[in-house]
């Protein structure tokens, strides 16, 4: 059964204090693994896909890695703007996107 | 990538009763996913709309309960029955990216979120 697991579920940082995300998963053959920003009331914004080991994606001060067992989210020097719930999700048989829990990520001025 | 409106934004119903919210997206797709989000929790799949075709649910949730609609290549409705405080959450519908969007992820809509009293 293809699964997803994110850590930590809630991560504070202070503004400029890099971290990363993690998103550990289980499946049948990746068809693409997914990340996902969700501000609260609103539906998930994309951020990246990524389809094979060693890819790598970046967009701003957001660096996404992903190997064969899991992908992480890297944030560097992050902004109060940065603070949302993060989602990992897999690409699964029939086309649906499999979510993990997410991380709730607060970053303090 | 694609534009999904969906509506209502949100509702707030009485036990009992159905709600159905709607999905429009502004091109032709195959594959429309309707989500669940509870209180503090991610996405849970419901089922997928295909075009012409039965729904296909999930395990934990029936047709009874969910009945979905998907009249056109652009159009899915999702119908909560018989609503308890329990289905109380935010319902969101999501299109698989097609041709030239495929790079740009999967789209959501804004959800509706649904109270029960």
């Known amino acids: 059964e293809d699964q997803v697991t994110q850590s930590p579920e809630a991560l504070r940082l202070q503004e400029g204090e890099s971290s990363s995300l993690n998103c550990s998963y289980t499946v049948s053959g990746l068809r693409g693994l997914f990340w996902y920003r969700q501000d609260p009331g609103k539906g998930p914004e994309f951020l990246f896909t990524l389809y094979s080991a060693g890819e790598e994606k970046e967009k701003e001060r957001l660096k996404a890695t992903l190997t064969k067992k899991e992908s992480f989210l890297h944030i560097t020097a992050p902004k109060p703007e940065d603070s949302a719930t993060y989602l990992c999700?897999?690409?699964?048989?029939?086309?649906?996107?499999?979510f993990g829990q997410g991380t709730e990520l607060s970053v303090k001025p | 990538s694609a534009v999904i409106s969906q509506k209502p934004s949100r509702d707030i119903c009485q036990r009992g009763t159905s709600l159905t919210i709607q999905c429009q997206v502004d091109?032709?797709?195959?594959?429309m996913f309707w989500y669940r989000q509870q209180p503090g929790q991610s996405l849970t799949l419901i089922a997928t709309a295909n075009q012409g075709s039965e729904a296909t649910y999930e395990s934990g949730f029936v047709i009874d309960k969910f009945p979905i609609s998907r009249p056109n290549l652009t159009f899915s409705t999702l119908t909560v029955s018989n609503m308890s405080p329990e289905d109380s959450s935010i319902y969101l519908c999501?299109?698989?990216?097609?041709?030239?969007?495929?790079?740009?992820?999967?789209?959501f809509g804004s959800g509706t979120r649904l109270t029960v009293v």
């Open positions: 999501s299109v698989e990216p097609q041709g030239a969007r495929a790079k740009r992820g999967y789209t």
């Open positions: 091109s032709q797709v195959t594959m």
């Open positions: 999700a897999v690409r699964s048989q029939g086309g649906k996107l499999i």
